[in-house]
T-cell receptor, first 114, second 114 residues
Framework: DAGVIQSPRHEVTEMGQEVTLRCKPI?????LFWYRQTMMRGLELLIY????????DSGMPEDRFSAKMPNASFSTLKIQPSEPRDSAVYFC????????????FGPGTRLTVT | AQSVTQLGSHVSVSEGALVLLRCNYS??????LFWYVQYPNQGLQLLLK??????LVKGINGFEAEFKKSETSFHLTKPSAHMSDAAEYFC????????????FGAGTRLFVKA
């Protein structure tokens, strides 16, 4: 299996622009998570989905952030408009469930907003 | 509510010395416990996990951890540190409240001196 795939790996954009981050979870996994990691705040859970349905979005910082999971093999995290304080590494992770419950992380997208 | 406390944001050991990274958790029901490792510019990788059964669990790269319910602890150890162990380590807890949402600790950065 290819693991969790995220694109792009790096994104540099100007303040005010729309940013879309993409994630393909591991095939067969039924939960998907979006995290943000910064030096100041560490690893923060933004939102997670079970069977493509958003379960908990309490970590989404503002209305500028939105996430979708139109099917079991694809999810997006969108920031519109972007701000310099959104600069961070964004990770996607997926989980099978069952009796394991460990998460498998993608390589991350490093976002820089200037 | 679940919570995880990792004692020490930075730990420094000499090569060949014992590695001990401390983790205490809070959970109202029997927890699932995890240690993840993050190398620079990579996503988190599962190091080991405790779900049920034997309280001493062994993971990859010679690491192990012991679940101590009376102390609500899940400390990570390795008898002899190697330079390649230098990374950030995250303890995490998950339980069946809130859909097995996983809570991560703030992380401990391990430095290994030659």
């Amino acid at each position: 299996d290819a693991g969790v795939i995220q694109s792009p790996r790096h994104e540099v954009t100007e303040m005010g622009q729309e940013v879309t981050l993409r994630c393909k979870p591991i095939s067969g996994h039924n939960s998907l998570f979006w995290y943000r990691q910064t030096m100041m705040r560490g690893l923060e859970l933004l939102i997670y989905f079970n069977n493509n349905v958003p379960i908990d979005d309490s970590g989404m910082p503002e209305d500028r952030f939105s996430a979708k999971m139109p099917n079991a093999s694809f999810s997006t995290l969108k920031i519109q408009p972007s701000e310099p304080r959104d600069s961070a590494v964004y990770f996607c992770a997926s989980r099978f469930g069952g009796t394991s419950y460990e998460q498998y992380f993608g390589p991350g997208t490093r976002l820089t907003v200037t | 509510a679940q919570s995880v406390t990792q004692l020490g944001s930075h730990v420094s050991v000499s090569e060949g010395a014992l590695v001990l990274l401390r983790c205490n958790y809070s959970s109202s029901v029997p927890p699932y416990l995890f240690w993840y490792v993050q190398y620079p510019n990579q996503g988190l990788q599962l190091l080991l996990k405790y779900t049920t059964g034997a309280t001493l669990v062994k993971g990859i790269n010679g690491f192990e951890a012991e679940f101590k319910k009376s102390e609500t602890s899940f400390h990570l150890t390795k008898p002899s540190a190697h330079m390649s162990d230098a990374a950030e380590y995250f303890c995490a807890v998950s339980d069946n409240t809130g859909g097995f949402k996983t809570i991560f600790g703030a992380g401990t950065r391990l430095f290994v001196k030659a």
